[in-house]
């Protein structure tokens, strides 16, 4: 299987600053998917990204696929970007994903 | 377009009680996932669908669950007996392989509580 881990496991904000969430796989990666969860809600996709940079608002998603990472940047965090954050990865050939635990992201006002 | 949907929203059982989960996928998506969801954790994939056809079932436990998705479409995720260790969200996800893509869609899950 594949082993997807994420940094950190929460993060407490003051609104306003930036936010960094890490995401270190295990095995090559070909399909890989931020997702948020507010408490109690679905996952929404954030980024479709296996490899290079997408943005997206105050998003910004860079995977380095041959060194097995990616990271989710947040600039000037909100109260309304509390939540977690999970990484999903799909190794070659599959198409189950499996996720990270996710980062328990607090941004109090 | 509409999203993923799926019911009951919540279900509180006893344990050695049945329970059944429906799901209708984003209509056209050929790839149907059942995910398990426990209290403060990631998903874990239960089974996935290629149209009616179980591509992975390795994590279903097979002695108490089952998933069907018998045209394609809909589908249902049933346990039998439940246990209090099955007491978690159940999401369902759905996706089109266009290119390589694969997109996953989820629904807002059934949260299940077995007493």
């Known amino acids: 299987g594949q082993q997807v881990q994420q940094s950190p496991a929460s993060l407490v904000l003051q609104e306003g600053e930036n936010a960094e969430l890490q995401c270190n796989f295990s095995?090559?990666?070909?399909?890989l998917q931020w997702f948020y969860q507010h408490p109690g809600g679905r996952l929404v996709s954030l980024f479709y990204?296996?490899?290079g940079t997408k943005h997206t608002g105050r998003l910004t998603s860079t995977t380095v696929t041959n060194e097995r990472r990616s990271s989710l940047h947040i600039s000037s965090s909100q109260t309304t970007d509390s939540g977690t954050y999970f990484c999903?990865?799909?190794?070659?050939?599959?198409?189950?994903?499996?996720f990270g635990k996710g980062t328990s992201l607090t941004v109090i006002p | 377009e509409a999203g993923v949907t799926q019911s009951p929203r919540y279900a509180v059982l006893q344990e050695g009680q049945a329970v059944s989960f429906w799901c209708d996928p984003i209509?056209?998506?050929?790839?149907l996932y059942w995910y398990q969801q426990p209290r403060d954790q990631g998903p874990q994939l239960l089974v996935y669908?290629?149209?009616?056809?179980?591509?992975?079932n390795s994590q279903l436990p097979s002695d108490r669950f089952s998933a069907v998705r018998p045209k394609g479409t809909n589908s249902t995720l049933k346990i039998q007996s439940a246990k209090q260790g099955d007491t978690a969200t159940y999401l369902c996800?759905?996706?089109?392989?266009?290119?390589?893509?694969?997109?996953?869609?989820f629904g807002p899950g059934t949260r299940l509580l077995v007493l």
């Open positions: 095995s090559t990666a070909t399909r």
């Open positions: 990204n296996p490899s």
């Open positions: 669908f290629r149209d009616e056809a179980v591509i992975d």
């Open positions: 999903a990865i799909s190794n070659t050939g599959y198409q189950n994903f499996y």
């Open positions: 996800a759905s996706s089109f392989q266009l290119g390589g893509r694969d997109t996953q869609y």
């Open positions: 209509s056209g998506h050929d790839t």
